[in-house]
């Protein structure tokens, strides 16, 4: 087994973190160097890992676990190139968000990972989340108390932004440009059930951009 299919199993264990995020590649990358406490990973003919093996697990675990902006993947990717050896290279981009990926069909049932269900569904039970993609999430307001132009929220790590439906432009708050273009090219494929939602008050759930 892989470095990194090692580290993606010790985050979904009981052990692990088992957050799916969305976070910061430097966030992921911090809680991935408490597996080094349980030597998780390891060198070359069983032994403790280096530096640069440990740059790499940590590479390759956010290109092929996590769900981040296609253009930081693809840097990724090229960084994990042996000719090059720039593994340590994941760290400019350790201010961008990511999720990690869920395992298909695991099921964590834990106190903790209950509370947090709880946490959420009293958040979100006003302002749920529609849909998901590349780290970014997109949620919109069921509450008398919204008013304004039909609208809907995008949160991108710490950066939060309110978006037309209508135009399917910025209009409060900020975001990476990226990561604009994705959520307009995204509102630009569902506007009309968007707008649907907002005039009905009626939540569901929505596809993310493929």
């Not at 299919?5 to 966030?27: F, I, Q």
């Not at 049932?109 to 009293?122: D, E, F, M, P």
């Not at 997109?138 to 919204?146: A, G, N, P």
Request: charge should be positive; aromatic fraction near 12%.
């Amino acid at each position: 087994m892989s470095n990194q299919d090692k580290l993606y199993t010790w985050w979904w264990s009981p052990n692990g973190p088992r957050d799916e995020g969305p976070m910061s590649v430097w966030s992921i990358a911090t809680l991935l160097g408490k597996s080094r406490h349980a030597n998780v990973v390891e060198g070359k003919h069983r032994k403790m890992i280096s530096p640069a093996g440990w740059n790499y697990a940590v590479l390759k675990f956010l290109i092929e676990k996590c769900t981040i902006l296609p253009e930081v993947k693809q840097k990724l990717v090229a960084f994990a190139d042996p000719k090059t050896g720039h593994y340590a290279r994941w760290k400019d981009f350790r201010d961008n968000s990511a999720e990690i990926n869920r395992p298909p069909t695991a099921v964590h049932v834990t106190r903790s990972s209950l509370q947090a269900q709880v946490y959420r569904q009293k958040e979100d039970k006003g302002m749920p989340v529609i849909a998901r993609f590349y780290g970014i999430i997109i949620k919109m307001y069921f509450s008398q108390s919204e008013h304004g132009v039909p609208h809907f929220h995008a949160i991108y790590g710490e950066f939060n932004a309110v978006f037309s439906i209508e135009s399917v432009e910025m209009i409060e708050g900020d975001l990476p440009g990226r990561a604009q273009q994705l959520v307009k090219e995204w509102a630009g494929f569902y506007q009309k059930e968007l707008l649907e939602m907002w005039n009905r008050q009626e939540y569901k759930q929505l596809p993310g951009l493929e």
